[in-house]
């Protein structure tokens, strides 16, 4: 059962989302998306709240509260954090599709509620199975304003072990594609245009997807388009209203 558990948290935490900069810059500002599932029809919407701005030696960190509607109606919402990281309006801007330990995070806070509630083990086991986590890396982009097209992007990885079991999430194959104007019900957006493939890796197997992303400044993700090898549309999310 933890296996599936596992597999199913996985998925539920894969970045929807990520990523002035190519980032919200409004505390409390709300990006609406919808979220289309081709394969099996679907339709959802996802909230990004920009939670908190603070600056750090680094650079300023926009840190989002991605809310997810949860398919069963009598289960919370599903909350996962995100973050860019950006300093000057000509400078890259990270974004962090993926912090390793807030998917860390994440993924213990749901399975220890889950056990809790089902009675399976005591709050000591729960302390020693939290134990068993281990992060390491962030799966992220960095998009840089003056990237010409066809200028590569770095790769990077999240890897999450639970005790014997390994998820792991990359980002490789990334590349400028240029910029482009968006229009979708929320306005019209100025857009860097990047392109990627999309790795991951649970108990019960690996999945490959080919992303395209658009992001505008002082917004972040716009559109993204998500096909497998063949070209054929997975997923498509959308920016559909921009509440302050």
């Known amino acids: 059962m933890i296996r599936k558990l596992m597999a199913v948290l996985f998925v539920a935490a894969m970045p929807c989302i990520a990523s002035a900069q190519y980032a919200q810059t409004k505390v409390g500002q709300k990006l609406t998306y919808t979220v289309t599932d081709k394969v099996n029809n679907k339709t959802n919407t996802v909230n990004v709240i920009a939670d908190s701005i603070y600056t750090t030696a680094e650079g300023t960190v926009t840190r989002t ?85 066809g200028t590569k992007i770095e ?55 080919y992303v395209t992303d658009w992001y505008a400044p002082g917004i972040g993700q716009v559109k993204e388009v998500k096909t497998n090898k063949k070209g054929e549309v997975l997923t498509e999310q959308v920016l559909t209203a921009i509440s302050e």
Do not use: H, W
């Open 155 to 209: 790769s990077s990885r999240l890897r999450l072990d639970v005790g014997p079991q390994v998820m792991s999430m990359a980002v490789s194959n990334g590349v400028v594609d240029g910029f482009e104007d968006v229009t979708t019900d929320a306005g019209t957006f100025s857009c860097i245009k990047v392109s990627y493939q999309m790795r991951s890796n649970t108990p019960d197997g690996a999945q490959k997807e």
């Open 65 to 149: 509260k991605n809310v997810i509607p949860s398919e069963n109606p009598l289960a919370d919402d599903v909350v996962v954090y995100g973050a860019t990281m950006y300093t000057t309006a000509d400078a890259p801007t990270t974004v962090y599709l993926m912090r390793g330990e807030d998917f860390k995070a994440f993924i213990l806070g749901v399975m220890t509620e889950a056990m809790r509630q089902s009675g399976q083990a005591s709050e000591e086991q729960l302390k020693e199975a939290a134990e068993m986590f281990k992060s390491k890396g962030d799966l992220m982009l960095v998009l840089d304003p003056k990237a010409a097209p």
